[in-house]
Every structure is written in C-alpha cells, then in structure tokens.
C-alpha cells in the first residue's frame, strides 16, 4: 500500500483542482453579471442586490454547504465511537447543516434584515442612528455561534486539518466581506469623491457589488472545504468500524 505522506501529496493537487475549479466558476458568474449590468446600462445592485440573482446563487451555494454537512453527518453517524450526549461526533455536522440550512433561507427571506427592522420599530431607534448598527452585530452574531459549536467539538473539528488550509481561504475572503461592508455602511463614505449623486450612488452600488463577490467566493472555497471532509469522514468512520 501506499504510505499515508504519499496519498497526501498525491491528493493534495486534486484537492487544489477541486478549489480553482469552483472558485473559476464562481469568477464566471461574477463577471457574467456585472458585465450583463454593465452592457444594459442597470446598476449592478439590480443582480447583486437583496432577492437578486445573486442571492438566490448565494443561497444554492449554502443549501450545496447544508447538503455535504448533512452527507457528513450521516457518514459519521455510522462510527462506532460513542454516540449519545450532545458531544457526539456526528452532532457536529447535524448542527452545521442546520445552521447553513437557515442562513440559505436568510439569504432569501432576509430574517436578519426583518429583525433588525423589528427591533429598530420597538425600541424607537433612528433607522440613520450610527450608534447601533444591528444589522452588522446580528451578522457578528451568526459568526460567534458557529465559532461557539465548533469549539465545543473541536475533538471532531480538529480530525479535518487537511481541510483547514480551505476554511483559512473561506474564512479571509468573508472577512474581506466583512471589512468592505464595515467601512462602507454608511453611504455618504464616498461623498467627498463625488459631488454628482448619480456618480456616487453608482460608486456605493460597486462597491456593495465587490462586497457580494467576496460573499460567494468564501462560500465557494468552504464548499471545497467541505468536500474535503466528507472523504476524511469516509476514511475516519471505515477505520473505525473496522476495529
């Protein structure tokens, strides 16, 4: 047989290919639409903008990240480690494809957005009040829970470090996101470069466009992350069941 180095370095440029090509056609679909934008004269936001087209391929990606996290879960539901308790390794992933599952339909239905709304209208906050940006801080939060979960399985986490090198990638082009759409929030950012309103709501509309991509490039290189670990989760449970 093969040593386990050599079926490493060996994978290792598949697992790469893997990545080039999901990230490529992601760019593709990009470019299309920004192109698409820009031949017919439209604001990119018309594609990149919420319930966009763009929106609903964000949200295919994430139901593509639930479905492999389910794929894993169910693989690692046959390991004969103990499996009762919260702690259980499969519980991991059963709760990483729920998390995904209701980021997809957020995605779409914009419950984030919706609850911020709801909580500006009860607590009388001004919608321009820069004291409390609650659609970012419930963003953050999303971020702090799955940060939560994967610590408290880290046991189980931990055993995909082959996959890791992906969720640095997935994790830097998010907070790139993150970054743009922190810098950005407020849309008179721009208004010392533009003095023409036209100009500048165009600029804010690119800006938020460049801030999408970014969202679909980071859920492109976790999709490759994933994929990943369903083949270290073949590979865990068959030696496991095995002895």
């Not at 820069?130 to 986490?157: M, T």
């Amino acid at each position: 047989l093969m040593p386990v180095t050599a079926q490493r370095v060996q994978k290792a440029p598949v697992l790469l290919s893997h990545l080039w090509k999901i990230i490529a056609f992601d760019l593709l679909f990009i470019g299309a639409m920004m192109i698409r934008a820009i031949l017919n004269q439209k604001t990119p936001m018309r594609y990149f903008g919420e319930t966009g087209i763009i929106s609903w391929f964000s949200c295919l990606q994430l139901l593509i990240l639930a479905g492999l996290a389910w794929k894993i879960y169910r693989i690692r539901k046959l390991s004969q480690v103990e499996t009762k308790g919260k702690h259980a390794p499969q519980t991991l992933w059963k709760l990483i494809a729920i998390g995904f599952f209701f980021l997809a339909v957020d995605e779409i239905v914009q419950i984030h957005e919706a609850t911020d709304f709801l909580i500006h209208w009860i607590f009388q906050i001004p919608d321009n009040s820069k004291f409390l940006q609650l659609d970012g801080l419930i963003v953050a939060g999303y971020s702090a829970i799955g940060a939560y979960i994967l610590y408290s399985f880290w046991d189980e986490f931990q055993q995909y470090r082959s996959a890791f090198y992906l969720f640095v990638i997935g994790f830097a082009l998010k907070a790139t996101m993150v970054l743009i759409d922190v810098s950005t929030d407020d849309q008179t950012v721009f208004s010392s470069w533009f003095t023409d309103p036209k100009s500048h709501k165009l600029m804010y509309d690119w800006v938020q466009t460049v801030e999408e991509s970014f969202k679909i490039l980071a859920e492109g290189a976790f999709i490759a992350a994933f994929l990943v670990c369903v083949q270290i989760a073949k590979r865990m449970t068959r030696a496991e069941i095995t002895h």
